[in-house]
């Protein structure tokens, strides 16, 4: 699965609620840690400073932001918040039948833990 498409599907795994980049981060990162052999050798390489960062998940954010998949809404002075759209919860459906179970299984658990939870 292209890695653009578990940046997806971690948006779509919050039902409706916003994603900060944080918790995006975060979760991705433990997914490719968990599962590497599920995620692919595509999956995104992380650097760390503060805590895990890729800045690919955040082009590729904006790819599914400007592919209607996501909506992200820039607060001024605030960070990003990533919603997914109708567009792109069908979309995330479709990936859920096709992707590999157990990590999007714990993708979905991840997600929706509070941020100081992950």
């Given at each position: 699965?292209?890695?653009?498409?578990?940046?997806?599907?971690?948006?779509?795994?919050?039902?409706?609620?916003?994603?900060?980049?944080?918790?995006?981060?975060?979760?991705?990162?433990?997914v490719g840690r968990k599962h590497k052999?599920?995620?692919?050798?595509?999956?995104y390489e992380f650097s760390y400073d503060?805590?895990?960062?890729?800045?690919?998940?955040?082009?590729?954010?904006?790819?599914?932001?400007?592919?209607?998949?996501?909506?992200?809404?820039?607060?001024?002075?605030?960070?990003?918040?990533?919603?997914?759209?109708?567009?792109?919860?069908?979309?995330?459906?479709?990936?859920?039948?096709?992707?590999p179970s157990p990590a999007l299984e714990?993708?979905?658990?991840?997600?929706?833990?509070?941020?100081?939870?992950?």
């Amino acid at each position: 699965m292209d890695r653009k498409n578990w940046t997806l599907l971690a948006i779509s795994f919050a039902d409706g609620a916003d994603v900060s980049p944080v918790q995006l981060q975060k979760c991705l990162f433990l997914v490719g840690r968990k599962h590497k052999e599920e995620v692919g050798e595509d999956f995104y390489e992380f650097s760390y400073d503060y805590g895990p960062f890729s800045k690919a998940i955040y082009q590729d954010a904006e790819i599914l932001g400007s592919e209607g998949l996501v909506f992200i809404e820039r607060p001024f002075g605030g960070f990003a918040k990533y919603t997914i759209t109708a567009q792109g919860a069908q979309r995330a459906r479709q990936l859920s039948m096709e992707g590999p179970s157990p990590a999007l299984e714990y993708l979905r658990m991840v997600i929706r833990l509070p941020i100081y939870q992950l």
